[in-house]
Structures are given as structure tokens and as C-alpha cells.
């Protein structure tokens, strides 16, 4: 092989190898941000087609797709001095490529630092009741902090979410028997509350029977017609005095009528 054949070959493999270098196809989800000879272009290029003229241009390819982060467990002192272990989630995305590369290096690793330092302070200023009982409220906190200092790096913070509250095993008894104490309370609260709405519709149905006498002879036929359905072989069944008063009166009545028969005294012989 004659010495001009190899160097075409050699400028034949130089030129594809340039032109691979200057052929990059970006998708969708990404851009790419050209630094020619070291300054940045004023705009990120992208999606489809893009000429970088390397070795002049070199291009950085940034994801637009939201990032979902896993911070670790961290150690957080709340408010009123309880030690809890507390883990979250951070999903964030890049708006601004050019900014998330040139104002911070390796910006999700910075994020992730940022929400981790975020957590353990926010929750800091915050007691366990609160943590338990208001998530949203700490959650919606969270995410304005962590996105207002990270948005000069052209990230935004969409949403952070405390996920799980490691309580120690004292706490979390305490608060077993608060939640016992708590239903039993509420079950007293209950059985009043019948106690009295019965006694009241006790207190109604006396009234009405002293203005209905004839309501009370009801319900003691009621009550005879249940008791006679009972497989009993004796039953007591108290009557009010009022209920055979007019048998008795009339009883009286007929005793005063009958004449009464004088002794004879008998003969004596």
C-alpha cells in the first residue's frame, strides 16, 4: 500500500470521527448547552439535530425530567427536645440549563444537600405534635425554602414530602396509652350522654302518662302480651293501686248496700 493511500485512509477516519463529533441528535427531555471556546452560547440548543463544531464547541447535555431524591434518614432534636429519625422525598427539575450548569457544580448532588440541611433545620424549629399532626403544613414549608435556594441554580423544587417518623419505643408507648386513655374518655362522654338523653325521654313519658291516665293501662297491656310470649312458668306482674282503685270503690259500694241481719237471741227453756 503507497504512502498517499494511507493517508487518505487516515483523513478518511479523521473526517468521520470529526463528523460524529459535530452530528449530536437531543431528545426531547434534554438540552445541551455549548461552550465555545469556553463561554457559554446565549441559548441552549435543542431538541432534534445539533451541529457543535468540536473541537471548538463542546456541548453539556441537561435532563429537563423531574428528579426524584431520597434523603436518608436524618437525626432531627424537635422543638421540645425529642430525638426522631425523619426521611423524605424531593422531586425537583431543571427550568434553566444554562444556570444549573455554570452557577453550581453537580447540582443534583447539590440539591440533595440543600433539601438534607433544610429538613433537619426546619424540623428543629417545630415540636412532635406539630410534625405528627400538621404534615402538610411542614411539607408546603419545606418546599418553599428548599426551591427559593435552589432556584439560582435554575432548579425547581416541586414538591418535598416527610415520609416516615422514627419515634423511640418510650414515646411511641406514651402515646399508646394517651390513645387508650383518649377512647375511654370519649366512651364515658358517650354513656353519659345516654344516660341523660334517656332519663329525659323518661321525664317525657311520666309527664305524659300523669296528663293520660289511659296511656299507663296501655302500656301494662303491652307489657302483659310480652310477658305472655315468655316460656315462663311464674310471673310477677306489679298493679298499680289506681289501676283496680274503681274495682275496689264499687267493691264498697255493694258491701254498703246489703243490709246487715240482726241477731236473734235465742230461747232459753
Known amino acids: 500500500?503507497?504512502?498517499?493511500?494511507?493517508?487518505?485512509?487516515?483523513?478518511?477516519?479523521?473526517?468521520?470521527?470529526?463528523?460524529?463529533?459535530?452530528?449530536?441528535?437531543?431528545?426531547?427531555?434534554?438540552?445541551?448547552?455549548?461552550?465555545?471556546?469556553?463561554?457559554?452560547?446565549?441559548?441552549?440548543?435543542?431538541?432534534?439535530?445539533?451541529?457543535?463544531?468540536?473541537?471548538?464547541?463542546?456541548?453539556?447535555?441537561?435532563?429537563?425530567?423531574?428528579?426524584?431524591?431520597?434523603?436518608?434518614?436524618?437525626?432531627?432534636?424537635?422543638?421540645?427536645?425529642?430525638?426522631?429519625?425523619?426521611?423524605?422525598?424531593?422531586?425537583f427539575r431543571v427550568v434553566r440549563p444554562i444556570s444549573a450548569i455554570i452557577e453550581v457544580e453537580r447540582y443534583l448532588f447539590a440539591t440533595s444537600e440543600i433539601a438534607q440541611t433544610t429538613l433537619r433545620s426546619v424540623l428543629g424549629t417545630v415540636d412532635l405534635d406539630e410534625l405528627l399532626g400538621e404534615r402538610e403544613k411542614i411539607n408546603q414549608r419545606l418546599q418553599e425554602i428548599v426551591d427559593r435556594q435552589t432556584d439560582p441554580w435554575g432548579v425547581k423544587v416541586a414538591l418535598v414530602e416527610v415520609k416516615h417518623v422514627d419515634l423511640p419505643q418510650e414515646i411511641r408507648s406514651a402515646m399508646a396509652r394517651q390513645a387508650i386513655a383518649e377512647r375511654e374518655k370519649r366512651a364515658k362522654i358517650i354513656h353519659a350522654e345516654g344516660e341523660l338523653l334517656a332519663a329525659n325521654q323518661l321525664v317525657s313519658a311520666a309527664e305524659m302518662m300523669e296528663k293520660r291516665p289511659t296511656s299507663l293501662q296501655l302500656r301494662y297491656l303491652q307489657t302483659l302480651i310480652e310477658l305472655s310470649s315468655e316460656r315462663t312458668s311464674t310471673i310477677v306482674f306489679p298493679v298499680p293501686v289506681d289501676t283496680i282503685e274503681h274495682f275496689l270503690r264499687r267493691f264498697d259500694a255493694r258491701a254498703a248496700e246489703e243490709p246487715v241481719e240482726e241477731e236473734v237471741p235465742a230461747e232459753h227453756h
Open 1 to 91: 500500500m503507497s504512502p498517499s493511500n494511507i493517508g487518505l485512509i487516515v483523513a478518511g477516519v479523521v473526517l468521520l470521527f470529526v463528523f460524529v463529533k459535530w452530528i449530536n441528535v437531543i431528545p426531547e427531555y434534554e438540552r445541551g448547552v455549548i461552550f465555545r471556546l469556553g463561554r457559554v452560547m446565549e441559548k441552549p440548543k435543542g431538541p432534534g439535530l445539533v451541529i457543535v463544531l468540536w473541537p471548538i464547541d463542546r456541548i453539556v447535555r441537561v435532563s429537563l425530567r423531574t428528579v426524584t431524591d431520597d434523603i436518608p434518614s436524618q437525626d432531627v432534636i424537635t422543638r421540645d427536645n425529642v430525638s426522631v429519625k425523619v426521611n423524605a422525598v424531593v422531586y
